[in-house]
């Protein structure tokens, strides 16, 4: 079985069924049983089937590919020698080189006895299923790009998919019948009732799972593009699903237009990538052209060329670019001149132009990111965003979609220049403090999340940026789930409550058990809770891998030493929040006996799915080498989810590297952060901050040792600052909002009065003109034909009555002219002589 | 008192006839006396010519016009001359309105035709016997003898004679015969509606 | 009665002619009959040959430089088509008077405006 060949198909087929839901719920979706009942079933079943696809395509094609490479890959590190011909070798035994070098160093420096790191690199398999057009070298196509992590998003996403397709058949009930919806009031003062919309929402979540796992499967930056928009407008499709209130529909439009500015910068991203390379595909393509089989090198191999050992050099294309004004004065760009022009830094500058090139393209493509993942400072749009249903919140804005653009930094890793990493870095470092300080106020029990959410986003953006390659993903995994778990634990308790104020709640646990001790789990999950060094909760592994890369980072760039002690601040906060939101939702005593009466546990199909989930919360970070001491890892192999990263890791980002426009920039190889220098602090740090978040919440929320109002009177601004959501909405309103609303008053109040009264002048001119040629028409050309045509008629009908068609009258007029005219004749000659 | 001269003596005599009994075909409403009045008035014209030395017109006068033309005519008369058309009375309004406008138009002929003095002044001629039959004939045939020692080459263009409009004549002739054959040719009279063949 | 000794001149001629004419136009425009109009084209037509005839005659106009033979010819000519004209035009008032049952040209007024 080739897994080059059967990968594609099975992922494609994944991939396509929720578009065929999709195509049959819009088409048939009302007369699906009653209220369309059946068409959750359809999507549940289309979801469900890519979810099996998923997982037979990672366990049982992706397994053994890898495995493949393994061992003549383990031969190749056992034979390198000192001087292994770089150049000569394959790309992932190339790879393995470099990579087995930094393990080595480890080893022996610290003893550290990971032998998955330095695993082979998987030759990602790449393709085009379809070319949707040729323009010169523009080639828009249909492709794939699988590594580890593509089937690993795939089966992550299909599988929150499913969850949450099973959770939602429960908890969008309501719209089987018509709705009453209260918080829409008409103008005749009663509430809307309108036809329930159940076949829509979940036609809407089947487009969103085509369109995300098109994105992960994308093959080219264009084709992610076009993903990323569908995944916009399903994201706004859901936002407004409630499309009555006003709150919904304006969220939607916030959601949207917020996404835009992002993908303004995409675009300009795109451009300056395919304008300079002349290519959009990520992998090396393979493709016959007149009969010949050409490689086109993708992107990451023009990036990371192999002749250049998969260092970041800037590309031939970016250096022709750069060297335009050269080329223009009659410069051949031959193989030996680009090589002179990168190197120019001073006094041409071409070099340092086409570095730049390649900071704009990274740059701009991570404002898409920057829009999709809710980044500071486009993060305003996500917590609104919550005016969606609950299953939306949990799958779009928490576990995949927002997750998009981090996989996206992920995926364009490789073309990322350390400048560029520093602002991912500092943006996530921004992002993860602002998110998490207002959830501390929040009160609305899905915003707290939403920001929790934000500032997790923030988190991987953060270790992406500092070099974390499998730790952003890493987190960007399990935050997944436990996210999802958290979410739909939420919604459990919203649909008990029918509030999301929490302030309401309280001491649900004896209601709700399930929900509340699955939500436990979750809160746990997120806060990373575990024993040091030996186990913990899947966040427990990833928060850790975050701290020690910021670590070691600040080991190496020791004036962006913030950066780790933001985020070790950020776990306190995250502990902290996460379980105030837990007692006060489900401990302690009911502070509203009305709701707490009605609260009621959701039914199996809703906490059936928290249950599963619960479980991936707490185990999926786990690696059968941390229970060594059961011997797990003997029987299975090395196998876990780190593992898998470790296998998609691109090639060449373990180099450490340095920036080349702020050259004290050094970035170190993502396994130091593996050496116990780092990984003891980092982990101990971990422990330490999440402990101490959960300490104060357990004092303020629960014991009540601290007085929460206490607390917010004795910090009235800073409370203010937070509950005000650092006033960005208020700031971007007076900044962006106001402004355009004057300038388009303005400009309605200039097309009014000046426009318009031009116009209404000049149909007024038009008019008079109309009018007056009207008069002319009417009276003068009209008069004049109508003369004309009764004088021909008077003289018509005159010589008529002479036409008597008598004989003898008319020898009367011959004889009566001819004497007439001898008259006249006579008159006229004697007049005139 | 000086002798008569009758040439004048003659002339006077058909001229007389002559316009007596073209007054006469005005007057009268019989349509029979009409047509009696109209020869004798033809007639006498014919007189007129023999009197003014045109004896072959006055000849073809009497041969082609009275004994020709008019007697076609009165065959129409006969034809036609049923009970009320024999005589048709003409409205007095229509009468009287005639002869105002005859009166007119007859006033300004004699008034131009005695207002020439070399019309009204005449010398007595020799009598110079002339037989016009042969030059007229030539005429027609292209040849003017009467014109041969015409000096005056404008005046010596008449040379040309008559022959084209002769021929014009002979052709217009046979036209007006099958003409008049066609449109005096006897109806079909169709009595009632299509023949039954059955 | 100097008529009877005087000779007589070309006006006398024209005198008769005019006469002739005038008798027959008053003759066209007052008879209903159709032959009566037909009578008075002859009668113009010979009235205009008087003319044609006095004008040629050179016992009337002895210093004749003029038409001469011409006249006679035309006269000639005008015989000829008044001849002509009689035939057609019978052969129209028969066919009027089969039609019509008339020959009243007061009823031939379907030419009218």
New interface residues.
């Given amino acids: 079985m080739d897994a080059a060949v059967v990968l594609p198909k099975l992922l494609a087929l994944a991939w396509l069924l929720p578009l065929a839901s999709f195509t049959l719920i819009v088409f048939f979706g009302p007369r699906m049983g009653h209220a369309g009942v059946r068409a959750g079933q359809v999507a549940t079943g289309a979801i469900l089937i890519g979810c099996l696809i998923s997982l037979y395509a990672l366990f049982f094609v992706w397994l053994p590919y890898s495995h493949a490479f393994e061992t003549p890959a383990e031969e190749a590190h056992a034979a390198a020698a000192p001087d292994h011909p770089a150049a000569t070798g394959d790309e992932h035994a190339d790879a393995s080189h470099g990579d087995a070098d930094h393990a080595d160093a480890a080893h022996g420096a610290e003893g550290h006895a990971a032998a998955s790191h330095h695993a082979p690199i998987i030759k990602p398999i790449a393709g085009d299923w379809y070319a949707l057009g040729e323009f010169g070298s523009l080639r828009i196509t249909i492709g794939y790009y699988i590594d580890s992590l593509t089937v690993l998003m795939f089966s992550m996403v299909t599988f929150i998919a499913t969850c949450i397709h099973f959770y939602a058949n429960g908890y969008m009930h309501d719209e089987l019948h018509d709705v009453v919806d209260h918080e829409v009031k008409l103008a005749n003062g009663h509430h809307l009732h309108r036809p329930g919309r159940f076949h829509r929402f979940f036609q809407y979540l089947s487009l969103f799972c085509f369109s995300m796992l098109g994105i992960v499967i994308a093959g080219n930056i264009a084709m992610i593009f076009v993903f990323w928009e569908l995944v916009g407008i399903c994201s706004y499709f859901l936002i407004g699903f409630y499309i009555e209130r006003k709150s919904a529909s304006n969220a939607a439009n916030k959601a949207f237009i917020v996404n835009r500015i992002g993908d303004f910068g995409m675009i300009i991203g795109l451009m300056a990538l395919f304008g300079s390379l002349g290519t959009f595909a990520f992998g090396d393509l393979t493709r016959e052209v007149d009969g010949k089989e050409v490689t086109e090198p993708g992107l990451f191999s023009l990036v990371r060329s192999e002749a250049n050992h998969h260092h970041l050099v800037v590309p031939d294309g970016m250096v022709k670019a750069a060297a335009a004004d050269e080329i223009a004065a009659g410069a051949e760009p031959t193989a030996e001149k680009i090589a002179e022009w990168r190197g120019e830094t001073e006094p041409k500058q071409v070099g340092r132009y086409a570095y730049w090139l390649l900071v704009v393209a990274g740059l701009g493509i991570f404002c898409g990111c920057v829009g999709k993942s809710a980044q500071f400072p486009l993060h305003v749009w996500l917590p609104d965003a919550m005016e969606g249903p609950t299953p939306v919140s949990a799958l779009v804005h928490s576990a995949t979609m927002v997750a998009a653009g981090v996989y996206l930094v992920g995926r364009f890793f490789p073309v990322f220049v350390p400048e560029v990493l520093l602002v991912i870095a500092i943006t996530g470092c921004i992002t993860l403090f602002l998110a998490a300080t207002i959830a501390i106020t929040a009160t609305d029990i899905k915003r707290v999340l939403a920001y929790s959410t934000v500032s997790q986003l923030g988190y991987m953006m953060l270790a992406l940026g500092v070099g974390g390659w499998v730790a952003g993903m890493f987190h960007l995994i399990t935050h997944a789930f436990f996210k999802s778990l958290l979410f739909m634990c939420s919604g459990s308790v919203i649909h008990a409550c029918h509030t999301n104020d929490m302030m309401k709640m309280g001491g649900l646990r004896k209601k709700m058990p399930w929900t509340a001790y699955t939500m436990l789990a979750g809160c746990l999950a997120i806060m990373g809770a575990g024993v040091p060094f030996s186990i913990g909760l899947s966040g427990h592994y990833s928060k850790d891998a975050i701290l020690a890369q910021a670590y070691s980072f600040k080991d190496s760039n020791p004036s962006f030493g913030f950066l780790f002690y933001v985020a070790a601040l950020g776990a306190v906060i995250t502990a902290f929040y996460m379980f105030r939101l837990w007692f006060l939702t489900f401990a302690g005593e009911p502070r509203d006996h009305h709701i707490y009466d009605h609260a009621h546990e959701s039914p199996k199909i809703m906490y059936y799915p928290l249950v599963v989930l619960a479980v991936f919360a707490v185990g999926v970070g786990w690696s059968t080498t941390d229970f060594s001491w059961f011997g797990l890892h003997h029987l299975f192999g090395e196998f876990g989810v780190r593992e898998l990263l470790d296998q998609a890791q691109p090639v060449g980002t373990l180099e450490p590297t340095h920036g080349v426009l702020l050259e004290n920039l050094k970035y170190p190889s993502e396994h130091d952060s593996h050496l116990d220098k780092y990984h003891i602090t980092a982990e101990l740090v971990a422990f330490g901050t999440a402990i101490s978040g959960f300490l104060l919440a357990l004092a303020m929320y629960d014991y009540r040792i601290l007085s929460a109002a206490e607390v917010r009177a004795h910090f009235g601004p800073i409370y203010q600052l937070l509950i005000h959501k650092w006033y960005f909405d208020e700031i971007y309103n007076a900044l962006f909002v106001q402004p355009t609303l004057f300038l388009g008053r303005r400009v309605a109040q200039f097309d009014k009065q000046v426009i318009d009264g031009l116009i209404d002048r000049l149909a007024w001119m038009t008019r008079g003109v109309a009018h007056l040629d009207d008069l002319i028409d009417r009276y003068f050309i009209d008069g004049l034909v109508n003369l004309t045509a009764s004088c021909t008629y008077g003289v018509g009908i005159w010589f008529r009555g002479a036409e008597t068609g008598k004989l003898?009258q008319y020898v009367?007029f011959i004889?009566?002219a001819?004497?007439s005219l001898?008259?006249l004749v006579s008159l006229i000659l004697a007049g005139g002589p | 008192?000086?002798?008569?001269?009758w040439?004048?003596?003659f002339?006077?005599f058909f001229?007389l006839l002559?316009?007596g009994f073209?007054?006469a075909?005005?007057m009268t409403s019989n349509?029979v006396h009409?047509?009696f009045y109209?020869t004798l008035?033809?007639g006498a014209?014919s007189g007129?010519?023999f009197?003014?030395?045109?004896d072959?017109?006055g000849a073809?006068?009497l041969l082609?016009?009275v004994g020709?033309?008019?007697v076609?005519?009165i065959?129409?008369?006969m034809?036609?001359a049923k009970g009320p058309?024999i005589s048709?009375?003409?409205s007095a309004g229509?009468?009287v309105?005639?002869?105002g406008?005859?009166?007119?138009?007859?006033v300004?002929?004699?008034a131009?035709?005695?207002q020439?003095d070399?019309?009204?002044?005449?010398?007595?001629?020799?009598?110079?016997a002339?037989v016009?039959a042969s030059?007229?004939g030539m005429?027609?045939l292209g040849a003017?003898v009467?014109?041969l020692d015409e000096k005056d080459p404008v005046?010596a263009r008449?040379m040309s004679g008559?022959l084209l409009?002769f021929e014009i004549?002979s052709v217009?002739?046979l036209v007006?015969?099958i003409?008049?054959?066609?449109?005096?040719r006897p109806?079909k009279r169709m009595v009632g509606g299509p023949v039954d063949t059955a | 009665m100097?008529?009877?000794?005087?000779?007589?001149?070309?006006?006398?001629?024209?005198?008769?002619?005019?006469?002739?004419?005038?008798?027959?136009?008053?003759?066209m425009?007052?008879?209903?009959?159709?032959?009566?109009v037909?009578?008075?084209i002859?009668?113009v037509l010979?009235g205009a040959?008087?003319n044609f005839?006095?004008f040629?005659?050179?016992?009337?106009?002895?210093?004749v430089?003029g038409i001469?033979?011409?006249?006679?010819?035309v006269?000639?000519?005008v015989?000829?088509?008044?001849?002509?004209?009689?035939?057609?035009a019978?052969?129209?008032?028969?066919?009027f008077?089969?039609?019509h049952s008339?020959?009243?040209v007061d009823q031939a007024d379907e030419l009218k405006g």
């Fill in positions: 003898r009367m004889v009566v001819t004497v001898f008259f | 008192m000086d002798a008569i001269n040439h004048s003596f002339f006077l001229a002559a316009c073209s007054l075909v005005v349509i009409m047509a109209l008035a033809l014209t007129l010519f009197l003014a030395g045109a072959f017109v073809m006068q082609i016009y020709g033309t008019l076609l005519l065959f129409g008369v034809l036609t058309f048709m009375k003409t229509d009468l309105l005639g002869a406008v005859g009166g007119a138009l007859l300004l002929l004699l131009a035709a005695t020439v070399a019309w009204r002044v005449s010398e007595p001629s020799p009598p110079v002339q016009t030059r007229l005429a027609l003017r009467d014109k005046q008449g008559y409009p004549v217009h002739l007006v015969l003409g008049s054959a066609y449109l005096a109806k | 100097n008529l009877l000794t005087q000779p007589v001149g070309v006006s006398h001629y024209l005198i008769v002619g005019a006469i002739m004419f005038v008798a027959g136009v008053v003759c425009a007052t008879k209903r009959n159709a032959l009566g037909l009578m008075g002859e009668l010979n040959n008087v005839v006095a040629g005659s050179v016992y009337l106009r002895p210093e430089t001469g033979l011409d006249g006679q010819l006269a000639l000519f015989i000829v088509l008044a001849a002509a004209e009689a035939a057609v019978l052969a129209i008032t028969l066919n008077y089969n039609n008339t020959v009243d």
